[in-house]
């Protein structure tokens, strides 16, 4: 399996969006609930959020490749003085478990050659991404509740990689 990074252009909003509802729905609500999933999803993922992040808060959107395949997508920001921020790291649920997300934590470090540091958020109750945070060399920094209206709180795990 050759999997590559390849970076998203707007043109691409549409295939991440639905990539994200798709992982999402399957994703998340044991975890959050299908109400916060959606509301989550309406915040985050659609088409003039997607371009925000892309083009005003510079996000850089890697997609995950396999031949013509998208398998999941990455979107990192730089922070400044080789700390980048991980806002983003799905892949398709059909895919995990082949060693995938590993393969592409080490295209992103191949990507980010001046990395000091990764940061990126986790929900707490979201096990299977903490131990692959940490299998991947993250620790935790610590916790942060972060309101995201209608009542919604991410309960989140800080992680921290250092190179």
Same mark, same amino acid.
């Given at each position: 399996?050759?999997?590559?990074? #390849?970076? =998203?252009?707007p043109?691409? /909003?549409p295939?991440?969006?639905?990539? =994200?509802?798709?992982i999402?729905?399957?994703?998340?609500?044991? /975890? /959050?609930?299908?109400?916060? *999933?959606?509301?989550?999803?309406?915040? #985050?993922?659609?088409?003039?959020?997607?371009?925000?992040?892309?083009?005003?808060?510079?996000?850089?959107?890697?997609?995950?490749?396999? =031949?013509?395949?998208?398998l999941?997508? *990455?979107?990192?920001?730089?922070?400044?003085?080789? *700390?980048?921020?991980i806002?983003?790291?799905y892949l398709?649920n059909?895919?995990?478990?082949?060693?995938?997300g590993k393969?592409?934590?080490?295209?992103?470090?191949?990507?980010?050659?001046?990395? &000091?540091? %990764?940061?990126?958020?986790? #929900?707490?109750q #979201?096990?299977?991404?903490?131990?692959?945070?940490?299998?991947?060399? %993250?620790?935790?920094? &610590?916790?942060?509740?972060?309101?995201?209206?209608?009542?919604y *709180?991410?309960?989140?795990f800080?992680?921290?990689?250092?190179?």
């Amino acid at each position: 399996m050759t999997i590559t990074l #390849n970076q =998203a252009t707007p043109a691409d /909003i549409p295939r991440i969006r639905e990539l =994200a509802h798709r992982i999402w729905r399957v994703h998340y609500p044991p /975890i /959050i609930g299908e109400q916060q *999933v959606e509301y989550m999803l309406g915040l #985050n993922y659609d088409l003039e959020s997607l371009q925000r992040q892309m083009e005003k808060e510079a996000q850089i959107f890697w997609l995950v490749m396999e =031949a013509e395949d998208v398998l999941g997508f *990455v979107a990192v920001s730089d922070q400044g003085e080789g *700390v980048y921020f991980i806002h983003k790291f799905y892949l398709d649920n059909e895919k995990r478990g082949r060693g995938l997300g590993k393969r592409v934590f080490d295209l992103l470090l191949e990507k980010h050659l001046a990395l &000091r540091e %990764f940061r990126l958020t986790v #929900n707490r109750q #979201n096990y299977k991404s903490i131990n692959f945070y940490f299998r991947t060399g %993250f620790t935790i920094e &610590r916790c942060i509740d972060i309101p995201i209206g209608e009542g919604y *709180v991410m309960s989140d795990f800080l992680m921290l990689f250092k190179r």
